[in-house]
């Protein structure tokens, strides 16, 4: 017999409090996008367990992604880093995409910081940059909160979806460009009639992550930052777009993204 949603939930949390020692309520999570990766091998895991060991979860398969959650520390500050993500586009449910975030929640987890590569549609933000997402437009057809009424409110305001407090304190020490992610299922990338569109809509960087996750954080009343790096122009502002481009721009700056990372594990409020 299939577990509810909540039951999932309650499986995955239950193994990772069996197998990972950590402060889970003063922890911070980060979830590493492509173009991140530097940022794990720079921490000294005091745990890890593998994705596809934790009940209900599943490995990342895209290549630039890891496939485990680590307990580890910033600067004294306990952390549980997801090496990777998996995606709509992979065939996994926006439930199975969030499962992650929700078993954080339920072991006391009150922040996460996500990241991601994105590509940008407005033509005044570079490739190389570091983005502060300010807001986000959910442009993949799905919620997750559809069906999951178990969980909480499912009407959330989205107002303050990445927290404008924790967004400041992090500027106040490593100033950012701020931009508006848009969030779509992908694989492809954009036609250039699609860049035209999204740009037209308000969105300055385009992604395949990201909003789903939010979504299911603030339902659950955690505090959410996200970092893009800017990897490519969309199509129609470059001639053409790769998977290797964004993994080449993600090792470029590793050193640069590691250190903005800890600066938001750091300011958490």
């Known amino acids: ?13 239950n193994y990772m409090r069996k197998k990972l ?7 911070t999570m980060v979830v590493l996008g492509s173009g991140f990766k530097a940022f794990a091998d720079s921490v000294k895991p005091k745990g890890s367990v593998e994705f596809a060991d934790v009940p209900g979860f599943s490995a990342p398969k895209v290549q630039g992604h890891g496939s485990s959650l680590l307990v580890a520390e910033s600067d004294g500050k306990p952390i549980l880093l997801a090496t990777g993500r998996i995606h709509l586009y992979e065939g996994h449910t926006a439930h199975d995409i969030v499962l992650p975030i929700r078993a954080a929640a339920k072991l006391g987890v009150k922040s996460v910081v996500l990241t ?3 590509g940008s549609v407005n033509p005044a933000i570079k490739p190389g940059t570091i983005l502060d997402i300010r807001d986000h437009i959910n442009f993949t057809g799905k919620n997750c909160l559809v ?11 989205m107002v303050n979806a990445y927290d404008a407090d924790w967004r400041g304190r992090i500027n106040a020490q490593q100033k950012l460009t701020s931009g508006v992610y848009c969030g779509l299922v992908g694989p492809t990338y954009e036609t250039p009639a699609e860049t035209a569109a999204f740009g037209r809509i308000g969105a300055d960087v385009v992604g395949m992550s990201t909003v789903q996750e939010t979504i299911a954080a603030r339902q659950l009343g955690m505090k959410v930052v996200g970092l893009s790096l800017v990897t490519n122009f969309a199509g129609g502002l ?12 993600g090792k470029s700056r590793g050193a640069e993204l ?12």
């Open 116 to 118: 991601n590569a994105s």
């Open 1 to 13: 017999m299939s577990l509810t949603l909540t039951g999932r939930i309650d499986a995955a949390a």
């Open 21 to 27: 020692d950590c402060d889970w309520k003063h922890a």
């Open 238 to 249: 470059a001639a053409s777009v790769n998977h290797e481009e964004v993994l080449h721009e």
């Open 258 to 269: 590691s250190k903005i990372l800890n600066v938001a594990i750091a300011t958490r409020p």
């Open 147 to 157: 069906g999951a009424n178990e969980l909480g409110a499912q009407f959330v305001d």
